[in-house]
């Protein structure tokens, strides 16, 4: 095909051109490029992304296939202008051996409309007693390891695992979370839960285990990546950590950079999320955070769940939001149209960062590479309606509100998986 008339999104700036696709590849980027028959996309007015990389997912499956499976989760993720998704390991059974790594790839093959790359668990179970079979794993296909959703309690045994995944050339990612600090918290620690009446989170739950994560990186001299950074005082962590030269890189998710806690006070449970949503302070520090680049990328966090999981009282729902759908107009509405981050860096974070930190192919518009494309409208205005995502979980706390930039077509390896 050749997409014609786009302005493609660069790793260093915007420019008009042209791009010819064979074969799954890029094979050109040129101004006029004549079609021989080629199928044409007239791109005019549109920006053309390199695919964008989710590298925390849930896909639920296998074993909570009634939340959300790899067929509707990736159905979500092309019409969201996602190309690649990495999904978490806390499945039923845990994804922490290589049968359940090569069950998700199969899976992902037979009905995935994207690329699906499984993250392993660290620790049998994610009970935090005994590493999981980590060499296994990385032979089947895992491109990271995880016990997201919980943090390692163990520091020795945490240790062990960045220093054996090391050596498999493949990274941790930590969910950073003291179990003890939460006590049984389930929003942000502050004026808000004072007055809802819920009990709340304090910051240090989720510093103190960062703190430990970037020292243990420090020590043994190995990479280590922070999952879904919330706090103020944990950015500042990372940023004081990467300038000592720790290789820690870090994530965050639209619902911190876009919302206060002052949404919990409508006793939505769809708000409930771990880490909780913080507080302004935190909100302002998360965007000068994917400024300055002491955060690496953006990812969804994509947790969806049944109704059933949230209709209930707010301490007993689930946590977590159904975000794929809407990601990539966050990053419009809220990073480009104010100003916070261009184009090719908004490409940066939920592109060619993911792309690195976890060695996959993509991320970037060049010639040779591979046809993951995203083509979208940044104008045109459209309202959240979760009745109508693709995903089965419709817990999107963010129904009626308006955003900026429409998907209009996702192409992975060269073929049409998306069209409006």
């Known amino acids: 095909m050749i997409i014609k008339n786009g302005s493609l999104v660069l790793e260093k700036e915007v420019k008009k051109a042209d791009i010819l696709v064979q074969n799954g590849k890029i094979v050109k980027i ?59 390991p806390n499945t039923d059974p845990i994804t922490d051996n290589k049968v359940v790594v090569s069950y998700i790839k199969n899976r992902a093959k037979e009905v995935g409309a994207c690329k699906v790359h499984p993250i392993g668990a660290i620790t049998k179970g994610e009970k935090g007693e005994q590493l999981a079979d980590i060499g296994e794993m990385k032979k089947a296909g895992a491109v990271a390891i995880s016990d997201d959703g919980v943090s390692v309690k163990s520091a020795r045994l945490m240790r062990l695992a960045m220093e054996y995944a090391s050596g498999f050339n493949i990274k941790c990612l ?50 280590v990546h922070i999952c879904h950074v919330s706090t103020h005082s944990g ?57 300055d680049g002491t955060l690496d990328c953006i990812v969804t966090d994509h947790a969806p769940h049944h109704v059933n999981d949230k209709n209930v009282e707010y301490n007993l729902a689930a946590f977590g939001i159904s975000g794929i759908e809407t990601s990539f107009a966050f990053a419009v509405t809220y990073l480009y149209k104010t100003g916070v981050l261009s184009l090719p860096e908004i490409a940066e974070k939920m592109s060619a960062a993911p792309a690195r930190i976890l060695g996959l192919d993509g991320g970037k518009i060049v010639e040779g590479g591979v046809a993951d494309l995203v083509i979208a409208d940044l104008d045109e205005k459209w309202v959240v309606e979760p009745a109508k995502f693709l995903s089965k979980g419709k817990n999107s706390p963010f129904e009626g509100y308006e955003l900026c930039g429409v998907v209009k077509y996702t192409i992975v390896d060269g073929e049409i998986k998306y069209q409006e």
């Open 30 to 88: 040129a101004e006029n490029i004549t079609s021989h028959g080629e199928k044409e996309i007239d791109a005019a007015g549109k920006f053309v992304f390199p695919g964008l990389i989710d590298m925390h997912v849930h896909l639920r499956e296998p074993g909570f296939e009634y939340k959300e499976d790899i067929e509707s989760g990736t159905k979500a993720a092309v019409k969201g202008g996602f190309t690649q998704v990495c999904c978490m």
């Open 174 to 223: 930590c969910h950073c979370e003291d179990k003890e600090l939460v006590d049984g918290g389930v929003v942000n620690e502050g004026l808000s839960s004072t007055i809802a009446g819920l009990k709340g989170i304090p910051r240090a739950a989720e510093d103190i285990i960062i703190a430990r994560e970037i020292a243990l990186a420090e020590s043994l001299d190995v990479p």
């Open 235 to 291: 950015v500042r962590l990372i940023r004081d950590a990467k300038k000592a030269g720790v290789k820690v890189t870090a994530e965050t998710c639209p619902h911190y950079y876009a919302c206060t806690d002052e949404i919990v006070t409508g006793f939505d449970t769809r708000t409930k999320v771990n880490p909780p949503i913080r507080e302004e302070r935190d909100r302002q520090a998360i965007l000068e955070g994917l400024k």
